[in-house]
């Protein structure tokens, strides 16, 4: 799909149909954190990784706070990295960053590369929440540093709904794209993902459905 319809297909499920943002974002981080607990499996430890969770200023960052609780109902230790104040969030990520702080579950908030240089480590699984379809241009500023720093250090790093940085129309990364292991994304296939030249930035990618009913899917020929 192109972005401007699945960002068509969300808004047509909660004006049209009445499905509550937050019931979509709910399922969103809901099957994200399955198919990452789903990495764990391969490694034959039973020491689950810990899981840093990057989220940015809108619903991409909203789907984090939503897996992150998912995560640590799965048994994973989990943090939260934000690259804005919490209360800088509006609508359904406001609402699940809050019900992730009266969780308990940490949440960090970057502010400079620096920042970032010291709440980012070695051998975790690193979640790319910071920016999703609403992405316009190159990552910038301290998103481009987030970028930066996540592909430097050693660990599996997961997209959700796209790799931060990578046009999901056309599958042409940025000069700054988050190289992850697996994408995780929401709806249906984006257009830009059967681009061979995004194949090193999406690893494997996972389609999740969020609960968008048949009828409006097939209008937009995905099902
Ligand atoms: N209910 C739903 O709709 C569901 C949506 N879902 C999820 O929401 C995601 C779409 O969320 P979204 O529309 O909030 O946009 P998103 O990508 O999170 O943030 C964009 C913001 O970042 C900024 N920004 C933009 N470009 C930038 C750049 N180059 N460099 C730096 N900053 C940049 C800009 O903010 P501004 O700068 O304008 O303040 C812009 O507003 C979607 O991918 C999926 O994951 C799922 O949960 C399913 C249900
Ligand atoms: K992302």
Redesign the pocket.
């Known amino acids: 799909m192109k972005r401007e319809d699945?960002?068509r297909v969300?808004?047509i499920?909660?004006g049209t149909y009445g499905i509550s943002?937050?019931v979509?974002?709910e399922?969103?981080?809901r099957g994200a954190a399955e198919h990452i607990a789903a990495l764990h499996h391969g490694s034959g430890a039973d020491v689950k990784r810990p899981v840093c969770i990057l989220c940015?200023?809108?619903?991409?960052?909203?789907?984090g706070y939503?897996i992150a609780r998912h995560l640590e109902l799965l048994g994973f230790p989990v943090r939260i990295v934000s690259l804005v104040p919490t209360d800088r969030l509006t609508?359904?990520?406001f609402a699940n960053a809050a019900i992730a702080m009266k969780a308990g579950l940490p949440i960090q908030v970057a502010r400079s590369a620096e920042d970032l240089e010291q709440l980012l480590v070695d051998d975790e699984i690193v979640v790319d929440?910071?920016?999703?379809?609403?992405?316009?241009?190159?990552?910038?500023?301290?998103?481009?540093d987030a970028v930066t720093v996540a592909n430097a250090r050693r660990g599996v790093r997961v997209a959700?709904?796209?790799p931060t940085g990578l046009d999901c129309d056309t599958g042409i990364p940025?000069d700054v794209t988050f190289r992850a292991d697996m994408t995780v994304t929401?709806?249906a296939q984006k257009d830009g993902f059967s681009n061979s030249e995004a194949k090193p930035w999406l690893g494997t990618i996972h389609v999740v459905g969020?609960g968008v009913p048949k009828m409006l899917l097939m209008e937009f020929g995905v099902a």
Do not use: E, W
């Not at 940015?56 to 789907?63: A, T």
């Not at 929440?129 to 481009?144: E, F, Q, V």
């Open positions: 699945v960002r969300d808004q499920a909660i943002g937050l979509l974002m399922n969103a981080g940015g200023p809108g619903n991409n960052g909203g789907d939503v609508g359904d990520a929440c910071l920016l999703g379809t609403g992405a316009t241009g190159a990552p910038r500023g301290l998103y481009a959700i709904d796209l940025s929401f709806v969020i």
